[in-house]
């Protein structure tokens, strides 16, 4: 029986799983295509939920115990879906000693959420990056992906609240 | 491809600049798009169609000084601006030809405070000269002379030999010779070896790879493929980091160009020489930093490090023999091989050769990277290049090897940089990355945010590392709140002994090295935490100071 007879089906019509097989495809349906695959099940849904798993675990042949192993160890994969905007703090060094741990507790007391929450309303999840790489400008800050240096708590309330109150 | 038809490349390349009188280069790294550069590329483009000067304008990499972004180049003049807004266009270009835009906008100066004197640029050579997307200006540059000349002149064996003379260094922080790896890996037999170039810059305060990969990329690649053809590679691999999407598209953009004239795919150069190389995207994870974890992290595992030996060089990725390096290391591959081992061995110290990038971040006037000789001072790095602590603050350290190395006070500055110097001081030449601090930076605080952050990252395979990079925490936790006695001291001074000199890793072996140089030169900040209830640099705030010590019994 050839092999591709034993791949589970698309888990529903979505446009998407076609690129997320993609991804498999281009790389032999091969094991070692687990974290690249979940990338673009990440970069296509915004998060990891169970079925995607399951469905990747499966079309991969790798065992879901794996597949969650790896999903869970590292830390660019999110289980949880994100709010309508995301707001990324970086606590790398550089921003640690220019004041990043100031503006993650000015973020935390203005939307009312601990590092990796989305607001009750889903507007705005915050969590805090290790480093983005950007320490010339430090301190950085993400907000929806966009990159923002030199920040200062009074711009990222502003911007917060321009957010929150919409 | 042959040694002629690069030439005929370059010389296309050559004539394509001749077109133009003046070139205005644009910096598109992510420091400067953050303050969007691309506006005052798009401005100075519109400004420059209608001047009747001839002029080019292009978008380069990283130019090196992140604070003073957007950063603008003019050449052949190179008269470099700062702080470039959209509406400074006119005087940019109205002064081509003429004096600096300065007389026209004193707001551009052109001087930039000396950041750029005393460096010396071999991997940033093309940083913000050509366009990271263009392979044809990297050839330009003299880029591909090397592949070519290692293929078609030379053996592998000479190739390894020219690496050893350089007395070239791995960049990722071990400093294991280079050459002395390449010649392991070319030794061992297999059906199939691979090359691995580690991406994965995770220290926190450091971007030099990021910088090269998004500046430079051909020069990565270049290099990769030398060394595959020295060892005997065919498959290549560059792990990135996720959290770099640039650096990954202009990486992309740069595999195909390579492949399309003809320096990555089968029969390079009109040899038997089949390379190629895939891009992998790493995940977060600091570990992966670490060679064995990467490459479980390439065979789509979690990122856990394993004993060695077997080195990877001997049993791999998939138990193939695998070369694997820093991306600073292979982007020092090209000038090497086009200039000779002993050029490079004439750059440096005795035992650290050539030059090294450095991030230079935190406390300090001009932050961004520099490339200087090895056995340059800290002070001279610090004060004279990078301009020395901001609003009048007073210096207090220096802290090198992200969170492996150490923090080095003032009575350190002196020191010439070099791997074994560092590594006597109690700190480490690591990654690059090199974070000044002033008076209002709490050590004690320091080294457990590095703690924190080792023990986040912890992978958790063995136990010292998990369950005392914890404890560690807590106790400097615990320092910080004031709550702390002597004998909290001892047991912190005991498990990092026991951490460094039992965990399976170099996470595990190196987490305690914060902690160790900050108790060597700060210890004096410890005791007033614990005897005084107090810090001198008021950063920690204590619950209360009058609180009776309270003994816990467990039961």
């Known amino acids: ?166 | 491809m042959n040694q002629e038809e690069l030439q005929q490349i370059a010389a296309a390349a050559h004539e394509e600049r001749e077109k133009f009188d003046y070139e205005v280069n644009v910096c598109m790294g992510t420091g400067c798009l953050s303050q969007h550069s691309d506006q005052v590329k798009a401005a100075i483009e519109k400004e420059a169609a209608g001047c009747g000067k001839r002029c080019h304008v292009r978008r380069t990499g990283c130019m090196g000084l992140c604070a003073a972004g957007p950063l603008v180049l003019v050449e052949p003049t190179e008269t470099r601006y700062g702080h470039v807004h959209a509406a400074d266009a006119p005087a940019i270009i109205a002064s081509l030809g003429g004096e600096d835009a300065s007389k026209l906008n004193p707001r551009l100066d052109p001087h930039l405070g000396g950041y750029f004197a005393g460096q010396k640029h071999v991997v940033l050579e093309n940083s913000g000269h050509i366009d990271p997307e263009k392979i044809d200006e990297y050839i330009g540059r003299g880029g591909y002379e090397a592949l070519v000349k290692a293929l078609t002149d030379m053996n592998p064996a000479s190739v390894i030999e020219q690496i050893m003379k350089s007395g070239l260094r791995g960049r990722g922080g071990g400093g294991y010779p280079t050459g002395l790896k390449w010649d392991m890996v070319s030794k061992v037999k297999g059906p199939q070896k691979y090359v691995i170039c580690n991406g994965d810059e995770g220290d926190p305060g450091a971007f030099m790879d990021r910088s090269v990969l998004e500046s430079d990329p051909q020069r990565v690649i270049e290099g990769m493929a030398i060394a595959a053809y020295a060892i005997g590679a065919t498959k290549g691999y560059l792990y990135v980091r996720a959290e770099y999407p640039l650096a990954v598209q202009r990486l992309t953009v740069a595999l195909r160009e390579a492949r399309r004239r003809g320096f990555l795919g089968n029969g390079i150069c009109e040899t038997t020489f089949n390379f190629d190389i895939d891009i992998r995207l790493g995940a977060g994870a600091f570990v992966c930093g670490e060679e064995t974890a990467l490459i479980a992290s390439i065979e789509g595992k979690r990122g856990t490090p394993r004993p060695r030996p077997p080195y990877p060089a001997v049993s791999g990725l998939w138990g193939a023999p695998t070369l694997i390096n820093n991306v600073e290391t292979f982007a020092n591959v090209a000038p090497i091989i086009r200039n000779g081992g002993e050029w490079f061995s004439g750059m440096g110290t005795d035992r650290s050769k050539g030059t090294k990038v450095f991030a230079l971040t935190g406390k300090i006037q001009r932050t961004g990277l520099v490339e200087v000789p090895m056995g340059m001072t800290l002070r001279h790095i610090i004060f004279d290049i990078g301009g020395g602590v901001p609003d009048g603050r007073k210096f207090k350290a220096v802290q090198t090897g992200g969170p492996s190395g150490g923090c080095l006070p003032e009575e350190h500055l002196d020191l010439s940089i070099s791997y074994d110097a560092l590594i006597s001081a109690g700190s480490m030449m690591g990654s690059g990355g090199m974070i000044v601090m002033d008076d209002t930076s709490c050590m004690v605080s320091v080294a457990r945010f590095f703690m924190e952050f080792c023990m986040t990252e912890s992978c958790g395979k063995c136990v010292p590392c998990r369950a005392g990079t914890v404890q560690m925490h807590e106790l400097l936790s615990k320092i910080c709140r004031g709550e702390a006695t002597h004998r909290d001291l001892d047991r912190l001074t005991e498990l990092c002994e026991v951490v460094g000199a039992t965990s399976l890793c170099g996470l595990g072996q190196t987490a305690p090295n914060p902690v160790l140089s900050t108790l060597r030169y700060f210890k004096h900040e410890y005791l007033a935490h614990i005897d005084e209830k107090r810090c001198p640099a008021g950063v920690c705030e204590f619950s209360s100071t009058e609180k009776p010590v309270t003994a816990e019994v467990h039961a």
């Open chain 1, 1 to 166: 029986m050839p092999l591709y007879a034993e791949r589970p089906p698309l888990p529903s019509d979505d446009k998407r799983w076609r690129i997320v097989n993609g991804t498999m495809r281009k790389h032999g349906y091969s094991r070692n295509a687990l974290i690249e695959t979940l990338h673009t099940v990440q970069s296509s849904f915004g998060f990891l939920d169970v079925p995607a798993i399951k469905f990747v675990a499966n079309s991969l042949r790798v065992p879901l115990s794996q597949a969650y192993g790896v999903v869970t160890f590292y830390h660019f994969f999110s289980l949880k879906p994100p709010g309508r905007h995301t707001c990324t703090i970086c606590t790398g060094t550089a921003c640690y000693i220019k004041g990043s741990e100031k503006l993650v507790a000015e973020t935390e007391k203005l939307l009312h959420i601990k590092v990796g929450q989305t607001t009750p309303d889903g507007e705005v999840s915050f969590t805090t990056a290790r480093c983005v790489g950007a320490c010339g400008r430090a301190p950085v800050a993400l907000l929806d992906g966009e990159l923002s240096g030199q920040m200062e708590a009074a711009e990222l309330k502003t911007q917060l609240e321009r957010w929150t109150t919409q």
